[in-house]
């Protein structure tokens, strides 16, 4: 009985504890979006780009050369293209290993969060960085960063969805801090090539660690019921 008891007592906690950061996250862009559209980042966020170039040459990012080639390999991972790829691996995966319902779920997620993150480009509509060369091609507008919010959605997800799946407890950790160490260089790299402002990046990795955070509890929700495979 007492078994019983601390298992609910912790499966709470958990879930208050998942809930906080997730409301802490949505507190954050809130501030963020707020706070860019007043103009009030502007001088965090001229302060940060200029400090990762060379005053004497906008157009040169501080480091050796090798270290703007890596940047743009760690920034390609978190493009449309790349993302489009894992996550259609990864569905065929699931459904190969007939778990259908998992596949389709992972599908929903993915895709409602490409299309919410293009919204909010389009409602926000903020200029790109200006102060200095761009070092990868951009398209679209600054706020959010899509590709920091689409990384933290996509890895994340995958990742809690993964870690689930395990019974060591090492090699759930090993996922979610591989995808949180590959999502932090994404976004690091987007602000050192010039192509998003930090507190894009920031709002960025808030938004899709939210989206990623609420599809693993609604997962998680149904599978205790007996009601989703995960």
Avoid: C
């Avoid at 007592?9 to 862009?29: E, G, I, K, P």
């Avoid at 894992?86 to 969060?113: E, W």
């Amino acid at each position: 009985m007492n078994k019983v008891v601390y298992k609910i007592s912790d499966m709470r906690l958990a879930s208050l504890f998942w809930f906080a950061l997730a409301a802490v996250l949505v507190t954050l862009f809130i501030e963020l979006a707020l706070s860019v559209l007043a103009g009030e980042t502007m001088t965090f966020d001229r302060n940060i780009i200029l400090a990762l170039r060379n005053p004497l040459d906008l157009s040169d990012p501080i480091g050796p050369y090798w270290l703007e080639e890596l940047m743009r390999d760690i920034t390609a991972l978190g493009g449309t293209g790349v993302l489009s790829f894992v996550t259609l691996f990864t569905v065929l995966y699931l459904y190969l290993q007939q778990h259908r319902q998992m596949a389709m779920f992972v599908s929903i997620v993915i895709v409602t969060g490409m299309l919410s993150s293009s919204l909010l480009k389009y409602g926000f509509a903020r200029p790109r960085p200006d102060l200095v060369p761009h070092g990868s091609y951009v398209y679209t507008s600054s706020f959010p960063s899509g590709h920091s919010m689409m990384s933290a959605l996509v890895y994340l997800t995958l990742a809690l969805m993964f870690a689930n799946s395990q019974i060591r407890v090492s090699i759930k950790i090993l996922f979610i801090t591989s995808a949180l160490f590959l999502v932090l260089l994404i976004g690091l790299s987007r602000i050192y090539l010039g192509v998003h402002w930090p507190s894009d990046v920031l709002a960025g990795w808030s938004a899709g660690s939210v989206w990623a955070l609420m599809s693993y509890r609604f997962a998680r929700f149904w599978q205790k019921r007996g009601k989703f495979l995960l």
